[in-house]
């Protein structure tokens, strides 16, 4: 019995279909595990020597009044996220900051609850749902927005190095800052360095990518991959002047002043005080080592760095470990639920609409939506 050649094609396309699809599970099955493991390696680290009977009775005597100006603060703060975002976003479509609001606060939910910031790619799907814009281009606007991010938490930390040098005897986790400051440094600039002159020179970038598309990838993917990466370099517009760079900056410096404000104030709900600037560099550390894989919502690599900082600075560990407690589900909580209110009210569903994995989203496939 002969087979049409076409039967045997779809077969063949259907079973790599599978396959691709299996080694994508895979992969993020294997990374979900490795955060896991690096969260549980990080709670071990600093938990084993606490006094939790301490810690807990420390929690129950908080202050927890100081929390509403804080939360109060982090909010306004998330609204400047939106107004940084509708601005990146100008060059492709003029969003007014109220609709990018909701979206930007289910993006921070999804990060929180799903492994691997898959609330990055979610909210690229939404905001190409409700305003076509395509998700590549998004992409390339939020990681511009977690460079700047990067680029700002570093700053926090290198304005503390000389503080941090008398710092570092009593923590082996602090005493490794400053040299991960200089190499975390040198990588974020590298890339911020290298998409600044990929959009100050679209034209060259245009055809350095088409000779690499042409000479390293199969015939079959040209066009796929060389139309995605010039929508990802359409996202990089808002780079192309040096004003437009600084204001992204300055936006992105007054998000994390107002989200180390929060600090600020629920230290005030515990029996220590430390400065402000010792809340800048807390604020860093926390943030860049948030960057590992880890549990969902940063659990262990946002709480075992925080407390470091706090004990390096002479606050007793148990009240430390308590205000890094209370912080978390203070930055935590309010996010995820109002996130959780917008994702309900809309019609993307994580796994059913949306995938885990960018690739596995469509973004080659957007000329359909």
């Not at 807990?56 to 306004?76: E, S, T």
């Not at 990060?111 to 979610?122: H, K």
């Not at 600044?196 to 015939?219: D, E, G, K, W, Y």
Request: hydrophobic residues 55%.
């Amino acid at each position: 019995m002969n087979v049409p050649h076409t039967d045997i094609v779809t077969a063949g396309a259907e079973k790599q279909a599978r396959n691709i699809s299996g080694t994508i599970t895979a992969m993020k099955r294997w990374q979900f595990w490795l955060g896991i493991l690096i969260s549980f390696i990080f709670l071990y680290t600093t938990l084993k020597g606490l006094h939790l009977d301490k810690a807990w009775q420390a929690v129950k005597n908080a202050r927890f009044v100081w929390l509403l100006p804080g939360v109060g603060v982090y909010f306004i703060g998330v609204w400047v996220r939106a107004w940084r975002w509708h601005y990146l976003l100008r060059p492709l479509k003029k969003i007014p900051t109220a609709k990018m609001f909701p979206i930007v606060t289910i993006g921070y939910m999804g990060n929180n609850i799903f492994p691997a910031r898959a609330g990055e790619v979610l909210r690229a799907m939404i905001l190409k749902d409700r305003e076509q814009v395509p998700v590549s281009a998004s992409l390339a606007t939020i990681i511009v927005e977690r460079l700047f991010d990067g680029v700002v938490m570093l700053g926090f930390v290198f304005l503390n190095l000389r503080e941090l040098a008398w710092l570092t005897s009593d923590s082996g986790f602090v005493g490794n800052i400053q040299q991960l400051a200089v190499w975390g440094a040198a990588a974020f600039l590298v890339v911020l360095l290298i998409f600044t002159l990929s959009a100050m020179f679209p034209h060259i970038t245009c055809r350095l990518v088409n000779f690499a598309v042409q000479h390293f990838l199969p015939a079959r993917m040209h066009e796929k991959v060389g139309k995605l990466l010039l929508r990802f370099l359409n996202g990089l517009e808002s780079l192309r002047s040096p004003r437009e760079a600084l204001m992204v900056f300055l936006t992105t410096l007054t998000i994390w002043l107002l989200e180390t404000g929060k600090y600020w104030f629920v230290m005030h709900a515990f029996p220590f005080e430390v400065s402000f600037f010792a809340l800048l560099l807390m604020n860093g550390v926390v943030n860049l080592a948030s960057t590992l894989p880890s549990a969902p919502g940063y659990i262990g690599t946002f709480d075992a760095p925080g407390i470091a900082v706090l004990q390096a600075y002479g606050v007793n560990a148990e009240v430390a470990a308590a205000y890094t407690l209370v912080l978390h589900v203070a930055l935590w909580f309010p996010i995820t639920a109002v996130g959780l209110i917008y994702y309900l009210r809309q019609p993307l569903r994580w796994g059913k609409n949306i995938k885990p994995d960018p690739l596995a989203a469509g973004l080659p496939g957007e000329e359909s939506a």
